[in-house]
């Protein structure tokens, strides 16, 4: 998903700044024109206008989390042995950023 993509997507018809996305996710469009993917009051995917993206699990390394951050932003995460990996091997960590 891009920075427009999920810009429509909150906007939607009605043209609102925050829309509920799934159980316990919302997805705002922050005053600095990104916007956020929050999952239990923690912004797990943070696109930014420039495309660059934001990725944190705020410590919750749950299947939940990985299934939004998978669902939500242009990379694919995986676990193997109870750690976290994007599909290119490297190691995932919490506020890395992501090239779109």
């Known amino acids: ?48 206008p420039n495309g660059l993206v934001k990725l944190n699990s705020g410590g919750w390394r749950t299947h939940t989390t990985k299934k939004r951050i998978n669902q939500y932003s242009p990379v694919s995460i995986y676990q193997q042995n109870f750690e976290w990996f994007l599909r290119d091997g490297t190691p995932f960590e919490d506020n890395m950023v992501v090239g779109a």
């Open 1 to 48: 998903m891009t920075h427009a993509e999920m810009t429509k997507l909150v906007l939607g018809k009605r043209n609102r700044s925050e829309r509920k996305l799934g159980n316990n996710t919302y997805g705002y469009i922050e005053a600095d024109g990104s916007v956020s993917v929050e999952l239990h009051g923690t912004k797990v995917v943070r696109f930014y």
